[in-house]
């Protein structure tokens, strides 16, 4: 059975400052995606990875992938109040494209 | 270009009452999923389709039936709703792997 772990569930930070999120996959997968939820809504797709090393980059985001070490890391640069939300990832597994989610981190920027 | 619709977007039913969700997609997607999300779990797979006449159980489809008569609807019924079936219902669509997921809107659901 597939496991996606996400660290932290939970991070405050200030604006202006560097952070990490990390997802952590326990089966192999090629194909890792991220998501953001705001409050109340739905999902926004942020980046779809490929393949081992890719890397994305939009505005103050950059999402890696690591397939070896079933491993990838959602960087955020100098964040700003405005990406205050919930962020997931997500892993391929199996047939029929299903997504397993990773439990999500919730991100509070202060200001 | 609507991409997927959902409805309704509230409800609070009684315990043992039923409902049909409804989720509709125009972008002629194969696949189309349904989903719950619970506070602190993320999302959790209930049943899928990979297309037209075709469905299959996920992760947690105990409780739920689905239908997918047309390409275009995907149906989550409750039979017997039940208090642990208070969510938040994700519906989704997909046709190309590179591009992931087109999620509606949500539907929140509260059995009381």
């Known amino acids: 059975e597939l496991k996606v772990e996400q660290n932290p569930l939970f991070l405050s930070m200030q604006e202006g400052k560097n952070y990490t999120i990390y997802c952590n996959y326990s089966?192999?997968?090629?194909?890792l995606y991220w998501y953001r939820q705001d409050p109340g809504k739905s999902l926004e797709s942020l980046f779809v990875l490929l393949s081992n090393g890719a890397v994305k980059q939009e505005g103050r985001l950059m999402a890696s992938l690591d397939t070896k070490a079933r491993l990838s890391t959602l960087h955020i640069t100098a964040a700003v109040h405005d990406l205050s939300a919930t962020y997931f990832c997500?892993?391929?597994?199996?047939?029929?494209?299903?997504?397993?989610f990773g439990t999500g981190t919730r991100l509070q920027v202060t200001l | 270009n609507a991409g997927v619709t959902q409805t309704p977007k509230f409800r609070v039913l009684k315990t043992g009452q039923s409902m049909t969700l409804l989720c509709a997609q125009d972008m002629n997607h194969e696949y189309m999923y349904w989903y719950r999300q619970d506070p602190g779990m993320g999302l959790r797979l209930i049943h899928y389709s990979v297309g037209e006449g075709t469905t299959a159980k996920g992760e947690v489809p105990d409780g739920y039936n689905v239908s997918r008569l047309k390409k275009q609807n995907f149906l989550l019924g409750l039979e017997s709703a039940a208090p642990s079936q208070t969510s938040v219902y994700f519906c989704?669509?997909?046709?190309?792997?590179?591009?992931?997921?087109?999620f509606g809107s949500g539907t929140r659901l509260t059995v009381v």
């Open positions: 997500a892993v391929i597994t199996g047939t029929a494209s299903k997504l397993t």
């Open positions: 089966t192999t997968s090629d194909r």
């Open positions: 989704a669509s997909s046709q190309d792997l590179g591009y992931g997921y087109t």
